[in-house]
């Protein structure tokens, strides 16, 4: 078998999971919408609900995995030997420096106005 790039192998699962029957209902979309106060077209109801069903195929896919035996991650990679910095404190003071890089006044950054008096 021919090896096969990420993108494949992730447009084979989304075109297998949308061959699934959408389990997620026009009703229970419309009450979701309506607790999280948002409109949802005709079209963005069909989108999501097919969304969600994937979702909910993955979940299922997901649970089904035997993971026993095998050790939780507390990183996100497999290298043991990850090298990160040390934090170190340093007592220098940068505010000059960091405030050289934009728009300040009186020690402070000028940001646009958001607020209206």
């Given at each position: 078998?021919?090896?096969?790039?990420?993108?494949?192998?992730?447009?084979?699962?989304?075109?297998?999971?949308?061959?699934?029957?959408?389990?997620?209902?026009?009703?229970?979309?419309l009450?979701?919408?309506?607790?999280?106060?948002?409109?949802l077209?005709?079209?963005?109801?069909?989108?999501?609900?097919?969304?969600?069903?994937?979702?909910?195929?993955?979940?299922?896919?997901?649970?089904?995995?035997?993971?026993?035996?095998?050790?939780?991650?507390?990183?996100?990679?497999?290298?043991?030997?990850?090298?990160?910095?040390?934090?170190?404190?340093?007592?220098?003071?940068?505010?000059?420096?960091?405030?050289?890089?934009?728009?300040?006044?009186?020690?402070?950054?000028?940001?646009?106005?958001?607020?209206?008096?």
């Amino acid at each position: 078998m021919p090896a096969r790039s990420t993108e494949d192998l992730i447009t084979s699962l989304i075109e297998f999971a949308n061959k699934r029957k959408i389990t997620i209902t026009k009703e229970e979309m419309l009450k979701t919408a309506q607790l999280v106060r948002i409109k949802l077209s005709d079209d963005e109801i069909q989108y999501y609900s097919k969304e969600l069903t994937m979702l909910d195929w993955i979940h299922d896919t997901l649970l089904k995995v035997n993971t026993e035996g095998v050790s939780p991650m507390r990183y996100g990679t497999i290298d043991k030997d990850i090298h990160v910095r040390d934090d170190i404190i340093n007592s220098q003071n940068i505010k000059e420096e960091i405030l050289s890089n934009t728009k300040s006044e009186h020690g402070y950054f000028v940001v646009p106005k958001v607020i209206n008096d």
